[in-house]
């Protein structure tokens, strides 16, 4: 399982201050809790704080001074993405590009580059697709340009875009199917990663939801996850769910990863 | 979600010292707590305490006599099978037959007539498959025996034989993949259910790797489990689960149920 760490995002108030006043003590506490937690990646969004490129490099900046742990650039600013790239020390992961030829055009050739992996959100041009053969259409047009870059498909993670289970029911079903055909397009097949949160948008049981959700996404071959990686339950069922699908061997200790 | 609760069974030492007393006391403890709990069976195990059809019939009125809740006949032994059918007041689910022809000669027909379900476990003559192909082959030949009795489908619950994580590890995912082609077999298709325990034979995290992996048969179309239906954690677990597939509608009070 590929854990990325959500937290680094200004969207929370510390991080927004944080930045704001260029104090990194706030995001040095959530760079080791998330890493200590089983991060593989840290997600770094700058959100609509500021659209400098140099504070997302302050912000990947203060991060790497601290761990190891590669980035992952949230950003849908291409200038941005640009600059951050280069400030990061290993291989990040970028997050996002869409099937939209603009995105694409924007994102590839920078990632293929700097043998980056890419976030594939399969949305285009007409907005989020709502059956889960559009989404796997639009994943395939992500993947097969990705690969004609010389991009590997172990570089691609294929997002199914999940949606609120509160607001959108039925989308969940689609999203797993989705998640289902996209393991066949390839061998090895690219990751599969969701935004784990989403789906229990405004719903009452949040963390409950989403720890069933990425169970029944594992099962169904998702193998990435944007999440809290310090909800010790749902990093738990994830391990759980990975020992089922024979990922990993049984031990009892399988949980003190 | 068709919850089977496992506990009125002489491999529990209360209900065992019960039968040789003939004292209800103990069984109707439980067979209040898992209706409560949302059973909508009563599993009832004479087990090897006895091999009189009346002890059978004898638990099974101690359940009627203060529970509505159908019964799940949980037996082996034809003789004790076509007794305790007749002591039931509403039609029953009979665990199980096989596909082995001795075992769905003396149980189909006797399920039929009576209008009775039946758990049809996917081994035969030559034990237990390995595969999910085999499972699927047997489970047919249960499938095909019931519906030629004129049987519906619906009658049927289709039991992919469980196996422990911890010793047959690469089993699991047979498992599931054998459930998600049962789906296929007919239109509505046949339940699928699991004596779920078996998972976590063993196991350290008993509760967790049992809700996990029923979250993920439920994500390959499971809809029933044998299985400890007062585990409130697990039964929350399936609730949404089933909710993710869109067989019951959100509404944040669902685990109220």
Redesign the interface.
Known sequence: MIFIGERINTGFKTIKQAVLDKDPEPIRKLEKNQPNAGANYLDVNLGAVSGKPQDMCWMIESVQEAVETPICIDTNKPKILAEAIKACKKPPLINSTTAANDKLDAVLPLAAEHNASVIGVVMDETGTPNSADKRVENAGTILARAMELGMPPQNIFLDPIVMP??FT??Q??EI?QATRQFTLFSDPPPHIVCGLSN?SND???KK??NR??L??A???GMDAAICDVTDRELV??AL??E????RE??A??Y?RK
């Open positions: 289970l509160k029911q039925d969940a079903k797993l789906i719903a009452l049981h409950l939801i069933i959700f169970t029944m594992i099962a169904n738990g069922a759980t769910a020992l089922i699908m024979n061997i049984y009892d200790s949980l």
